[in-house]
């Protein structure tokens, strides 16, 4: 049986990609699964995890100290392929490749884009880190086994030539977690919309508050801000009184916050790697799993989903009058939002859930082993009516609202 061992220095415990998604899915495919993480170690289904106790309190000394100490921690595992999932872990990579390990690192961002817009560094520092950065990721690339990306970009791979293998692996929502759990009795708060994930101004959250404030509407808040001093700032806008900030949300917090409210916000604004690839951030994806219509960037790879199947209305992300009237638009014409909802479940159900993706992660240790491992997982369900009487020929025809509205 092959082992493999995946790192983390960084993030929580039993992290949904790492732990629930892709180590899960390995072991169901008969792979000897190690998960080298924070906190104690145990046995959970069918992976064997390996605790390193708390990580370092600041980001210097995570990097120095809490990667070395996951590294020694999976050296102890002895596996025949490593699956690393952070940059700082990189250098172990190289380590690993010397006691003739098989080596791949899941770059769950562009690191080298988003190290340029570091609001903890000053602008000159964040270009330098950037580039010393890309330059040392090229180095090792070239030296390890494989690189899993969630996405191409414009349909190519961004990697091209920097690496040995390539996989695309896109972080989508397991069918189980909130899509079979969609239950459309459930009573919908009027006037109300989400954001769940990491705030930040980048991630429109400021411009989310404002356009909820003109039209009327709450704007619940799950997850944590990035920053005591964002959270500061937003907490201070005058128009703040119209959110209802829930804090981190825990898995059953999630799908019960999606199913009462009757709009999912992603204006995501154009900066670093944002709207740059041919997916969708994965917050996007669950509001979909519930059957909510979305506002998210009007970007292109966005604009061509949306032409495909109406799941919601794209946006100018900085442009606040124009979410607001998206908005506006949604809470008045519910017939509509009802179809954009019925569409996107559509969509996870055929394109854009786990058990494509991770049908796509055993080809890629297929490949990088040699060795056919037995396919376990489900093959993707066909698509279910929707639960009113329109078809989806019906909602391709939809026209969309007119732009003056977006």
Same mark, same amino acid.
């Given at each position: 049986m092959i082992k493999v061992c995946h790192i983390t220095s960084v993030h929580p415990a039993e992290d949904v990609r790492i732990f629930q998604k892709e180590c899960v899915s390995l072991a169901k495919a008969g792979y000897d699964v190690t998960l080298v993480q924070q906190g104690e170690s145990y046995e959970k289904n069918g992976v064997h995890i390996l605790g390193f106790g708390a990580i370092a309190s600041n980001r210097l000394q995570r990097m120095l100290f809490t990667s070395r100490k996951a590294y020694r921690k999976a050296l102890a595992a002895d596996a025949d392929i490593y699956h690393l999932h952070d940059p700082e872990l990189l250098p172990y990579g190289l380590k690993l490749k010397r006691r003739g390990k098989t080596v791949i690192f899941d770059s769950h961002e562009m690191y080298r884009t988003m190290l340029k817009y570091k609001p903890y560094l000053p602008k000159w520092a964040c270009r330098l880190v950037a580039g010393c950065y890309g330059v040392y990721e090229d180095y090792i690339l070239r030296r390890i086994d494989g690189l899993v990306f969630p996405s191409l970009q414009n349909g190519k791979n961004p990697f091209e030539g920097k690496c040995r293998r390539f996989a695309v692996v896109n972080n989508v929502p397991r069918l189980e977690e909130i899509y079979d759990q969609y239950d459309e009795t459930v009573p919908k708060q009027e006037r109300s919309a989400v954001y769940i994930g990491v705030m930040t101004y980048n991630r429109g959250i400021t411009h989310f508050?404002?356009?909820?404030?003109?039209?009327?509407?709450?704007?619940?808040?799950?997850?944590?801000?990035? +920053?005591?001093?964002?959270? +500061?700032?937003?907490?201070?806008?005058p128009e703040f009184s119209c959110a209802a900030y829930l804090g981190r949300l825990s898995r059953p917090q999630v799908l019960e916050t999606l199913q009462r409210v009757q709009v999912g916000m992603a204006n995501i604004l154009n900066v670093a790697q944002y709207n740059q690839y041919d997916n969708l951030a994965t917050k996007v994806y669950e509001y979909m799993s519930?059957?909510?219509?979305?506002?998210?960037t009007d970007a292109p790879y966005n604009r061509k989903l949306m032409e495909e199947a109406p799941f919601g209305i794209c946006v100018d992300p900085e442009n606040v009058a124009e979410i607001a009237a998206a908005l506006q638009y949604l809470f008045s014409h519910p017939e509509e939002a009802h179809r954009m909802g019925a569409?996107?479940?559509?969509?996870?159900?055929?394109?854009?859930n786990w058990d494509i993706e991770a049908n796509n992660l055993l080809r890629f240790y297929e490949e990088i082993t040699g060795l056919e491992v037995t396919n376990v997982c489900k093959q993707t369900k066909q698509p279910v009516p929707f639960s009113n009487s329109s078809e989806l020929s019906a909602i391709e025809k939809q026209v969309p609202p007119p732009r003056e509205l977006r």
């Open positions: 508050i404002r356009a909820a404030a003109q039209s009327n509407c709450t704007a619940y808040l799950g997850g944590d801000f990035s +920053t005591a001093a964002y959270q +500061t700032e937003v907490e201070s806008l519930a059957g909510l219509p979305v506002i998210l569409a996107g479940r559509q969509l996870i159900r055929e394109r854009f």
